[in-house]
């Protein structure tokens, strides 16, 4: 689920608040699994367009 909740909020079609609502989770739950999805692309030097 939390892969998902980050590619569905990276396409860029809903805002954190939407998305996390749909989902049923909270903001800060949803904003802790996108900061850690990129900083984990950071440090294997992938962009989020090459993750894609």
Same mark, same amino acid.
């Given at each position: 689920?939390?892969?998902?909740?980050?590619? $569905?909020?990276?396409?860029?079609?809903?805002? $954190?608040?939407?998305?996390?609502?749909?989902?049923?989770?909270?903001?800060?739950?949803?904003?802790?699994?996108?900061?850690?999805?990129?900083?984990?692309?950071?440090?294997?030097?992938?962009?989020?367009?090459?993750?894609?």
């Amino acid at each position: 689920m939390q892969k998902d909740a980050v590619r $569905l909020f990276e396409s860029g079609n809903s805002s $954190l608040r939407q998305v996390a609502e749909d989902l049923g989770i909270s903001k800060a739950t949803l904003f802790n699994w996108v900061d850690k999805a990129r900083k984990e692309r950071r440090d294997v030097g992938v962009t989020p367009d090459l993750a894609a």
